[in-house]
């Protein structure tokens, strides 16, 4: 009879050690899937942030070069 309640206790107490690991893990699962998923959306948001820069710094050096040299103080007059 003491035998069978000890046994009960200690399988109780491994059931619960068991539960508590099992537990503690899908926590930790569960924070590194919405990681992942959160570097995946801001990798795709920095590449179209790359892209629209690349477009932007495209569009500036392709202007017509612009002469400013008309109306500086120090023309050379010759």
Request: aromatic residues 8%.
């Amino acid at each position: 009879m003491v035998k069978s309640i000890i046994l009960l206790l200690v399988l109780t107490r491994e059931e619960s050690i068991i539960l508590s690991f099992s537990s503690v893990a899908i926590f930790f699962l569960i924070l590194l899937i919405s990681g992942l998923r959160k570097t995946r959306k801001l990798n795709e948001e920095n590449r179209k942030l790359m892209e629209s820069i690349e477009i932007n710094l495209k569009e500036k050096t392709e202007e017509s070069y612009k002469d400013f040299t008309e109306n500086h103080s120090y023309q050379n007059k010759s």
